[in-house]
């Protein structure tokens, strides 16, 4: 029983407990000693359903009831590390300390005081930015003959290192992802970027002396959403969906989405002013692509460049319209569009979305709206910081409580 429950994250039942005896029994009649009937039963326990899935119990009524204590000290240790409850944990659970509140939040601190917590949510800044992408990066060698696997490498160290220090080194409230002015890499990096190498390995670099980069949308991370033409259309679409919990419709099937490369006299921002004035494209592309007319000076793999490639002179100005809002709101940099962002409400909000879907590992519905509304006003209350979000939301009844499906 000890054992199981160890390893399925909860007690066993009688059903099971008999059901793994019969294994050892079964090896007892083969003239197998302990250790091989013991290793027999943990064979078993890990191909069980309840080892390989977090299985939780369904009524089938359609009522939302308390998470049971072991199915809560599951999902708390999944969210906050990403694995198994330990032992404290579970002794919460028997002692029946995981149905109040208070000492549920006295486990989430002891938790995030874990180095495991760090570790997992480094996943979360890589889910939310798909850097999985990188690994699949194949630049045109003729625009970017200097690119190597290393480089993507380099990228990704680049923003965890970063989120890590925001949210873990500084406590700093998460908005300050979109303008912080530092960033971490390495030598290689460095110079792609244009500053000068220092070190060898991955060093921090204070920013404030180049403005026109500090902040996610500025890390090669994600600049390389817009493929080799830095495209306009992929970069806004980006920051429309992911920074701004935004939509807008898909083009029409019969509309060529093919990238339009730049050439002389035929800049990026040339081809999307086109495509604004164009009345059949324009009031879909004028929600998004202004997103990314601050990016412009920042080519396909994030390098910084005045001019472009046949010389066309670059920009980073522009005007932007949240959703929601109703007046454009203008700037003259790239760090201004940083600044705009990180100040909005939208944007605060979409990173409590966005850590609530990761959390949940799930997508997010119109009925849960209301309750990551107060997730999102208990986690700025407590500054925004990742450990005041992830407190809020492990301390919501979207974890503490269970809905469970009715029967068909």
């Not at 009649?29 to 302990?34: A, L, V, Y």
């Not at 989405?257 to 086109?274: F, M, Y």
């Not at 592309?285 to 990314?292: L, S, T, V, Y």
């Amino acid at each position: 029983r000890p054992m199981g429950k160890w390893l399925l994250r909860g007690p066993l039942t009688d059903h099971e407990v008999d059901a793994f005896l019969a294994i050892a029994r079964a090896v007892a009649r083969e003239g197998g000693d302990t250790h091989e009937a013991v290793g027999f039963v943990i064979e078993a326990m890990l191909q069980s359903p309840r080892f390989i899935y977090r299985i939780e119990r369904q009524r089938g009524d359609g009522d939302t009831r308390p998470a049971d204590p072991y199915e809560l000290a599951s999902r708390l240790s999944y969210i906050l590390w990403g694995g198994p409850p330990d032992r404290p944990l579970l002794a919460a659970a028997d002692a029946g300390a995981l149905r109040d509140r208070a000492q549920v939040a006295q486990q989430v601190r002891r938790m995030l005081d874990d180095p495991r917590a760090v570790d997992h949510s480094l996943s979360f800044i890589s889910e939310w930015l798909n850097l999985g992408r990188l690994d699949y990066l194949r630049p045109h060698p003729a625009h970017f003959p200097k690119w190597d696997k290393q480089l993507a490498d380099d990228m990704r160290v680049e923003t965890r290192a970063f989120f890590k220090e925001i949210a873990w080194t500084q406590r700093r409230p998460l908005h300050e992802l979109f303008n912080a002015q530092f960033t971490f890499a390495t030598p290689a990096l460095a110079k792609h970027y244009g500053l000068s190498p220092q070190g060898d390995g991955v060093t921090r670099y204070d920013l404030t002396g180049t403005p026109a980069r500090g902040g996610l949308l500025t890390q090669g991370s994600v600049l390389t959403v817009g493929g080799d033409e830095a495209s306009m259309v992929t970069r806004g679409l980006f920051v429309l969906h992911n920074v701004l919990r935004g939509t807008v419709d898909d083009p029409p099937p019969c509309v060529d989405t093919t990238p339009v490369p730049t050439k002389p006299g035929l800049s990026q921002r040339a081809i999307a002013e086109a495509r604004l004035a164009n009345p059949q494209c324009g009031g879909c592309h004028a929600q998004f692509e202004p997103f990314a007319f601050g990016l412009e000076k920042f080519d396909g793999l994030g390098g910084f460049h005045e001019t472009d490639h046949h010389g066309n002179k670059l920009r980073d100005d522009g005007a932007i319209r949240l959703p929601g809002g109703l007046e454009p709101i203008t700037y003259d940099s790239a760090a201004q569009l940083m600044d705009l962002l990180a100040a909005s409400a939208r944007v605060r909000e979409t990173i409590t979305w966005k850590a609530t879907q990761w959390a949940l590992g799930r997508p997010l519905t119109d009925e849960d709206a209301d309750a990551v509304g107060r997730i999102h006003k208990a986690a700025q209350a407590g500054g925004g910081t990742y450990e005041a979000t992830m407190t809020a939301i492990v301390t919501s009844e979207l974890v503490l409580m269970t809905r469970t499906e009715t029967n068909p």
